[in-house]
C-alpha cells in the first residue's frame, strides 16, 4: 500500500517536472500550485480522519464513505473538474489550474492505490456511480514486495533532490 507521503512526493514531483519542463506560462504553475499537489494527493484518504471522528462520537459511517469508498474513485475527481472547466471558461485560468492540479492528483492516488494496493481491499470502483465492481492489481503482493513502499519514499525524495540540484543548483541557497 503508497504511505501518505509518497502520494505527496509522487503528485509534487510530477508536478514540479510538468512546471519545469512543460507549462510555458509559470504564473498559473507557481510553487503554490505545487505545493497544493501535494496537499490534494491526501485529500482521497480525507475518509480516514473522518471515519476516526465519527467513530469517536460512536457513529456508524455508511459503506461508501469507508476507506476506498467514494473517495477512491474517478467520480470523486470529477466534481474537481468541474469547477475547473467553469473557471477556465470564465478566463479564471490560475483558479482553474488549482482544480485541475486536484484532479490530478486525486487520479494518480488512485492510480497509484489500485496497481500497488491501497484503498478497499477489494479495490477501485472505476465506474462508480454507475458500478460498485472493483478492481485491483495490488501488483506488490505477485513480487512479494511489501515492503516497498517504505523504499518507494526514499527513492523518489533523493530523485527530486538530485534534480533539483541539477536543474536548480539548489546547494546555493544552503
Do not use: C
Amino acid at each position: 500500500m503508497p504511505l501518505a507521503v509518497t502520494h505527496v512526493l509522487t503528485s509534487v514531483v510530477l508536478i514540479g517536472l510538468w512546471r519545469d519542463y512543460v507549462v510555458k506560462h509559470k504564473k498559473y504553475f507557481t510553487l503554490h500550485t505545487v505545493f497544493l499537489a501535494g496537499f490534494f494527493a491526501l485529500l482521497p484518504d480525507i475518509d480516514v480522519p473522518l471515519r476516526m471522528i465519527t467513530e469517536f462520537f460512536g457513529v456508524g459511517v455508511p459503506g461508501l464513505l469507508q476507506h476506498g469508498g467514494i473517495t477512491h474513485t474517478p467520480f470523486f475527481a470529477v466534481l474537481f473538474l468541474i469547477p475547473a472547466v467553469i473557471l477556465w471558461k470564465k478566463k479564471k485560468k490560475k483558479q482553474a489550474t488549482y482544480f485541475y492540479v486536484a484532479v490530478f492528483a486525486i487520479i494518480l492516488h488512485i492510480l497509484f492505490d489500485y496497481i500497488l494496493g491501497g484503498g478497499a481491499y477489494e479495490g477501485i470502483m472505476w465506474l462508480f456511480p454507475f458500478s460498485l465492481q472493483a478492481w485491483k492489481l495490488h501488483i506488490l503482493n505477485y513480487f512479494g514486495a511489501k515492503d516497498l513502499p517504505m523504499a518507494l519514499d526514499a527513492i523518489i525524495l533523493l530523485g527530486w533532490l538530485w534534480h533539483e540540484e541539477v536543474k536548480h543548483k539548489i546547494s546555493d541557497f544552503v
